[in-house]
């Protein structure tokens, strides 16, 4: 199976974030989801494609978008390695049945046995909006992302209106 | 390798960046970098290395890439070259703070006064352009530019406008063979 594709419906989920709580897409229908499927925990810093997201949360957030990060690390893991890099999103856990979320959006690396390096972009309703499948090692940067972000229609909406606008109807 | 939407420099050299050597050379080279960064530190000397090397056909630029949850005091870094910038000291300080990163990094900002003291800066005049709201646009400018670029860590390099991955060797060979068509 491949990557889903923009038009799809996101499949839904519920992935553990800590030991005791879950995230489910559904929570956040009306506000944008980025989903960032990753294959591992503790990857170098320097080149930690989820250093630099943990860096553009301000950026997500003026475009209506909250970010998940999903591999099949383990709940203590996800947790760790928050603490550590000081990662201010959710760590979900693709855990058991592993890789069961991947496979859904079509981005589980049987061989690995992890999930690939992967991007989505999921609207308000619901709908993939952009996806993206990084080669095996190349980290894939946020600038598809934004660019992403900023071409929803709502998020088109919102810039047109002045300032003050936006401010009273976020 | 990445696609090619995502992996050109997509704000052009100009007059607001910081450049070193000919600003008419066959190659320019940007740097997304963070003072903080190990990896950027360990970079340093092979710019340098490049820097020598292209002399004449090489146009360096740096842009401010400060990961500042992973490397709490690379933004203040930051902050600290664009004040002495306006004192047009931007790279004797680009340079301090790559040459003695192990030793202020130890210490955080007490360790980045040491950098004002060595390049004789003044103390108070500094502290005022610190509060300049134009620093925080240059960097927050310089960062955005890097992110709709395709930077996706640091040091990030572009040769002529395309995202270059790969080692220094790589990068020096690369910059050669622009050099070789150029000619």
């Keep these: 199976m491949s990557i889903l594709s923009a038009g799809t419906t996101a499949p839904e989920f519920s992935l553990h974030s800590t030991p005791d709580q879950s995230v489910a897409l559904k929570e956040f229908r009306g506000r944008n989801v980025i989903l960032a499927f990753y294959p591992a925990d503790w990857s170098p810093v320097c080149s930690d494609q989820l250093s630099l997201y943990n860096e553009l949360l301000e950026e997500f957030a003026r475009c209506n978008a909250q970010l998940l990060a999903i591999s099949v690390d383990g709940v203590w893991s996800h947790a760790a390695l928050a603490r550590e890099r000081k990662y201010h999103f959710p760590l979900l856990s693709d855990f058991e049945p592993k890789g069961q979320v991947a496979r859904a959006y079509g981005v589980y690396d049987e061989a690995a046995g992890v999930a690939q390096r992967a991007l989505f972009v999921i609207d308000g309703d619901g709908v993939i909006q952009w996806s993206y499948l990084s080669p095996m090692g190349v980290n894939p940067g946020a600038g598809g992302i934004v660019k992403a972000l900023e071409a929803l229609p709502s998020n088109n909406i919102q810039k047109a209106l002045p300032a003050d606008a936006v401010q009273e109807n976020p | ?88 000291q931007f790279w004797p300080m680009h340079d301090w703070l790559y040459e003695n990163q192990d030793d202020w990094v130890a210490s955080g900002s007490a360790g980045l006064e040491a950098g004002v003291r060595a390049l004789g800066l003044d103390e108070e005049a500094l502290a005022a352009t610190l509060r300049n709201p134009d620093i925080d646009t240059h960097i927050r400018r310089d960062f955005m530019g890097g992110v709709r670029s395709g930077v996706n860590g640091t040091p990030s390099f572009y040769v002529n406008g395309y ?16 050099i070789a068509r150029q000619a």
Excluded: W
């Design chain 2, 163 to 178: 995202l270059f991955q790969g080692d220094f060797d790589a990068l020096v060979h690369g910059i050669g063979r622009v």
């Design chain 2, 1 to 88: 390798m990445m696609s090619g939407e995502d992996a050109i420099l997509t704000v052009p050299v100009s007059a607001r960046d910081h450049m070193e050597g000919n600003a008419h050379a066959v190659v320019t080279l940007v740097e997304y970098g963070d003072f903080q960064c190990p990896a950027c530190g360990m970079a340093y000397p092979a710019v340098k290395q490049i820097q020598r090397r292209y002399a004449g056909n090489l146009r360096f630029v740096f842009r401010h890439f400060p990961l500042s949850q992973a490397h709490p005091y690379a933004r203040m870094a930051a902050e600290l070259a664009e004040a002495a910038a306006v004192e047009g």
